[in-house]
């Protein structure tokens, strides 16, 4: 029989959203968090950056809120930025109190510039910020009483009430895969949150950790979500270019303190793309290196702050000084080899300022949802933000919700009876590298719309062997990824074959021009026919 567990709130993901909000509800309610591994495989643990927050006083929220509109190019709602600049500070001093220890330049904070924004606004703990942060918030959601963890659980689908019979539509928990037993859990809750973080890992070359897989975005979507805006994907300009680094990401902090970008010769170029230059949004900055890749016919580009005193470099960019001495780079003395890799997920499920879907009692925060702030581009160092924000404002509305009565209902177990285990793993493997592949060179930094319809007939293809080989095998760690994988890169692609204009992070040379109104592309369930299986027990 399947083993079942019960709780007042389940947050799905251990990230900085996902334990922020644990700990803001824990004085409150008993809360489940579960975590696909370990607490540091999430893409919050390995935020180089920081967090934007206004804490000088030269600065302004205004003015933070009008770089992220800008950047949004359109389609961010001002009210969500509004509120999201205007909560920074609170956001901040709730990680101090936690025991986050920003940097310090003499007796103030000591801030970084990124591109985009106006003023030096960034706080970090050198170049090593989400790696603090999760860790001080891990530690506190370990001390607390009302917070059980669960490690190495991936969650596979949603329980809508709706399609269990005669009731009425509400989350009422989750099927869930325990990677160490190879048994699926049921994890039945009054409220559930979905922090999974993004999909940058449908694209081949991406500098987010395995687990960005777009599991939240799935699952809601299968359960009766709207999703929004899935055509912005960013591009992070410049991550490590080495045979052997995998995913290894050079923070934006690096131009932000002077580092530059160059050809093989030396020769700088972004003075031709923008008049910010390296400090342009992550946008410009992706497509003018992908633009003189394909012009150079190199692999690469460079990106230089040798002129900087080696004490400064090793202080600021410790981590990134060292990773790339593991791979005998000197940033110190040399440029650093730099490609751009899919980076954030600006779309997700659509969300109101509360974090509340369209499901009664199911949330979405952090990468996985889509919030308004965002817009079609990330202003950097807002996504931490947006996690903490969003993960108070989340727990809040769901303690003025306790009281409300909520009828239990009865959920059937896991039936594998007609499942086998797979002896062709093969092809998950093979599937798993078309669709990465087909994503990257069909929908990636610059689109057309006969690419766009090549990834498409490939999607179509490789979804149905997928649900074939998801109805006929016991389910795994790889095949519920692949699973949510599909269905995300299907939902990117539709979204980007429906905007007729460049906007933002969506670039398509067949429609170049920026259109006069900005409208969300927002996708509703039935749109798109999407085949489910549950496995649920009658």
């Known amino acids: 029989m399947t083993q079942r567990f ?6 799905i993901g251990g990230g900085a959203a996902g334990l922020s909000a644990a700990l803001h509800l824990a004085p409150h309610v008993r809360v489940t968090v579960l975590c696909k591994g370990d607490i540091s495989s999430g893409s919050s643990h390995w935020a180089q950056g920081g967090v934007a927050a206004v804490m000088s006083e030269e600065d302004s929220a205004a003015s933070h809120a009008q770089d992220t509109l800008t950047a949004g190019a359109g389609l961010c709602d001002p009210d969500t930025v509004e509120f999201t600049v205007n909560k920074a500070p609170e956001a901040i001093r709730t990680l101090i109190e936690l025991g986050v220890e920003f940097d310090m330049e003499g007796n103030a904070y000591h801030l970084t510039r990124e591109g985009g924004h106006s003023f030096r606004r960034v706080l970090h703990v050198a170049d090593a910020t989400g790696r603090a942060i999760t860790e001080t918030l ?8 009302n917070i059980e963890l669960f490690s190495d659980r991936i969650a596979i689908d949603l329980i809508n009430r709706s399609r269990l019979g005669r009731y009425s539509s509400r989350c009422a928990g989750a099927y869930v895969l325990n990677q160490s037993t190879g048994h699926v859990e049921v994890f039945q809750a009054k409220f559930v949150i979905l922090a999974t973080g993004g999909a940058s890992k449908v694209y081949l ?17 299968r359960a009766g979500c709207r999703i929004a805006n ?24 690096v131009r932000g303190e002077g580092g530059v970008l160059t050809l093989k010769d030396g020769r700088r170029f972004m003075d031709r793309f923008h008049e910010l230059g390296e400090l342009a949004p992550r946008d410009i900055v992706a497509r003018a290196i992908d633009h003189e890749m394909k012009r150079t016919g190199e692999d690469c580009v460079y990106l230089d702050i040798s002129h900087r005193s080696p004490e400064f470099i090793k202080a600021h960019f410790p981590t990134i000084a060292a990773r790339c001495l593991d791979f005998g780079i000197d940033m110190t003395r ?24 369209d499901v009664p009692g199911l949330f979405a925060i952090g990468e996985s949802s889509c919030t308004g702030l965002h817009g079609a581009n990330r202003l950097a160092s807002n996504s931490l933000l947006e996690c903490l924000v969003f993960a108070r404002s989340c727990a809040d509305q769901i303690r003025t919700m306790l009281n409300q009565p909520i009828e239990r209902v009865r959920i059937p177990h896991w039936d594998e009876s007609q499942v086998v285990d797979s002896d062709e ?27 766009l319809q ?14 074939e080989y998801y109805s006929h095998y016991r389910v795994s760690h790889d095949l519920i990824e692949l699973r949510n994988l599909i269905t995300v890169a299907e939902l990117i692609v539709r979204s980007a074959m429906s905007r007729k204009e460049s906007r933002g992070l969506h670039y398509n040379l067949d429609h170049p021009e920026l259109l006069k109104e900005s409208v969300d592309t927002i996708l509703f369930p039935g749109s798109i026919e999407h085949l489910t299986v549950l496995r649920p027990a009658g």
């Open 6 to 11: 019960a709780t007042d709130v389940l947050i």
């Open 138 to 145: 891990n530690q506190a959601v370990l001390d607390h009483e």
């Open 205 to 221: 070359y991406t500098s987010n950790p395995d687990s960005s897989t777009g599991d939240g975005i799935a699952m809601a979507w």
């Open 230 to 253: 899935m055509e912005f994907n960013q591009f992070h300009p410049t991550c490590l270019f080495h045979p052997h680094a995998k995913s290894f990401l050079i923070s934006e902090a």
């Open 334 to 357: 040399e440029p650093i080899p730099v490609v751009p890799a899919a980076h954030y997920t600006c779309g997700g499920v659509l969300v109101d300022q509360f974090g509340a879907t």
């Open 425 to 451: 793993d093969v092809v998950i493997a093979h599937n798993w590298e078309e669709l990465r592949r087909s994503m990257w060179d069909y929908v990636g930094i610059v689109r057309t719309d006969k690419r």
């Open 454 to 467: 090549r990834a498409q007939r490939r999607i179509d293809l490789l979804k149905q062997e997928i649900h």
